[in-house]
């Protein structure tokens, strides 16, 4: 079902059942999965593939060419999964390097004017509101929350993290945790969240005494983390949390 008005390059692939709107653009290079859904006004460019039941709506921009200055030519991609939802004037951008490629997983909803830049890797089942803003490279696990706010390029987001709204989030999110603030500071385990996922009472007592031993004891974080490994459960949530925060690049947010 393809509307008259709709641009669609001959050489791109469209899925079986898939809907495209009035004055919808579909590149060259672009794939659609099948039962994809364009309702009108979007712009599908660049090396990019979508999976099966993507649903855009009005003014987004998929797979255009990075804002980064260092781009020096080259084939970048965007892959994005199946059963996401990009409402209105969602950007995202391709990769900036030769053979990079910007991921974005299944069953996430990207709310209207949200941005995810250039060689974003960004899991399932992610919810980002109206105008959270990721910067390049920056990593979204499974599960989080991304409220109105700005991620600084090269951060992480761990799985089942929240992020408060209005927050500027300039170090690593500690996954199962809630940060807040301008700049974020990490202020509680996402205890909502973690129940409404399913997490056993045992799980978050545990991440509830990792939080106070990191963040509340005023011990250093290579410290913090040896206690929580001598004298917690050695749960599975409780290892992840040490590993995440032993891989931290930029630091987490304290």
């Not at 990009?86 to 950007?91: A, I, K, L, T």
Request: glycine share 10%.
């Amino acid at each position: 079902m393809t509307h008259a008005t709709a641009i669609i390059h001959p050489k791109a692939i469209i899925g079986a059942g898939c809907e495209v709107g009035p004055y919808c653009v579909i590149g060259e290079h672009v794939t659609l999965g099948e039962k994809c859904k364009l309702h009108s006004h979007i712009v599908i460019d660049g090396h990019t593939k979508l999976g099966a039941g993507n649903e855009i709506f009005p003014f987004a921009s998929i797979g255009l060419k990075t804002q980064d200055l260092k781009w020096q030519g080259g084939v970048t991609r965007t892959e994005i999964g199946d059963h996401n939802t990009f409402r209105e004037y969602v950007s995202i951008h391709s990769a900036t390097s030769d053979g990079g490629v910007t991921v974005v997983g299944s069953h996430n909803h990207v709310l209207a004017y949200s941005h995810i830049a250039h060689d974003c890797r960004l899991g399932s089942h992610i919810i980002m509101s109206n105008a959270a803003t990721l910067g390049g490279h920056v990593t979204v696990e499974d599960h989080a929350v991304v409220s109105i706010s700005a991620v600084h390029q090269f951060c992480r987001v761990g799985k089942f993290a929240m992020i408060g709204g209005c927050s500027k989030v300039v170090q690593d999110v500690p996954p199962f945790m809630i940060a807040d603030g301008n700049p974020a500071e990490t202020r509680t385990i996402n205890k909502i969240g973690l129940e409404r996922n399913g997490f056993s009472d045992e799980a978050q007592i545990a991440l509830r005494q990792a939080y106070k031993i990191i963040f509340r004891e005023g011990l250093t974080t290579s410290n913090a983390l040896a206690k929580i490994e001598a004298e917690l459960p050695a749960l599975q949530e409780v290892k992840y949390l040490v590993e995440f925060i032993r891989a931290s690049e930029r630091g987490i947010c304290k």
